[in-house]
């Protein structure tokens, strides 16, 4: 039986009562087709490929995408809404009849989104977790303490503030270089140093404590450094102990080839992992997978959404590197592809907290995504560049992340990460191919992208072969 066979069948004590399910005993799909007003959040290439996958099932009645970007609009209605503004996202529900809201980044749940509508009569579902549970992401500290508590695998840590500066930097005496510091807040995927020399370390350590990350590095968490392949493993739950393990996926954080030069949102991304097979995938259910999803019910918080882990696998054994409270970017790009079933019964079910028995079905084939980004990005780069060739990609699907049309309907580069090119193939060569395709296409000034994606996953195979 496969692991998610295996899980499929797998049932945990209730915390919380479900909702009624949407279907009836005997109702179809097909009879619920043209039902459900969907409001998506978010404007990257993360929210453009849900758009794209949301958009296609015959249950979704009207779509709307806040902000969106260039490509959602493809897809659905670009709204002119701020994530963070709850008020204003509520008054557009009630006048749309939004029956269910998706958050694609993390800072509306961090900010409590879910306990927001939650606590208001005949509000949408909301796909994600209650505040409480976004502190997974919310508050590395938080993240790790609940990991111990679990005896989830993960890095020995020591958590320390202002106060405690100088047990801090007899903590970094006691480990091995290279150090490994996280700002303990939410900040912007920059909040994490690793650094190769202790007096740097001590350093760092005092000036992320003096503010370098504003109030996200009042507290700072220090930790041992684990040496292996990174993997994002994405699991989509009911908070009630039903969930589903979506395909697992790598993604490539350095803008330069070789994994060199500083991290970035995500420059590539591929499904499935060669190295995360049954054996590996089995480990991380049982040992990381099932004590998250059954922690969360024993401590009585509310998680309706994707959990995002973040695995580093070390001498075959899988760890935590941290929690994400929603999908990755650009994982997602490649993910959504790689699902076969039609998503919105699965999120419309989880936000319901009873997703049952519903199957979730994964494409074989291989899915890749290269992003194309701006010259200078990470750093300091120019918008409004005009992008022109997106007619000349071929078979490749393009998630536009930070694009936008101007008033003439010309694509205008609007953002650092610019567009995600994924591609289907038979194998890993004939994904990439398309990918790569593309984004050769593509045409802007400053166009930039890796042309290594992959390669450490073929190499893999092929000494598997
Ligand atoms: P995080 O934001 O916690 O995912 O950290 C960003 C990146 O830093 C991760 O994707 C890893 O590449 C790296 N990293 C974080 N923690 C560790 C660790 N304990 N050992 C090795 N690398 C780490
Ligand atoms: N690709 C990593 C992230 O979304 O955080």
Redesign the pocket.
Known sequence: MSIQSTLNTLRYPVSSQPEKSPFNAGETLQEKTNTLNVLLLGSGGRECALAWKISQSPMLRHFYIAPGNGGTGAYGENVDLWPLDFQAIETFAKEKEIDMIVVGNEDPLVAGIYDYFSAREGSPLIVGPSQAGAALEGS?DFAKQFMVRHNIPT?R?RSFTAETVEEGEKFLEELRP?Y?L?ADGLAA?K??L?IDSLDEAKKSLREMLSGMFGKSSATVVI??????I?CSVFVLTDGNGGYRILPVAKDY?RIGEGDTGP?TGGMGAVSPVAFADDTFMKKVEERIILPTVNGLIAEGITYRGFIFL?L?EVEGEPMV??Y?VRMGDPETEVVMLRIASDLLPLLDAAARGNLGDMPLDIDPRYATTVMVVSGGYPGSYPKGKVITGTDKCGDAILFHAGTKLDADGNLLTSGGRVIACSSYGADIDEALEGSFAAANALTYEGKYFRRDIGADLKAIERLRR
Not at 223 to 228: A, N, P, R, S
């Open positions: 590395k890095a840590y290279p490994v996280k995927g909040g994490v690793i930790e041992e450094f684990l040496k292996g990174e954080k991290n973040g580093i590197i941290e994400n």
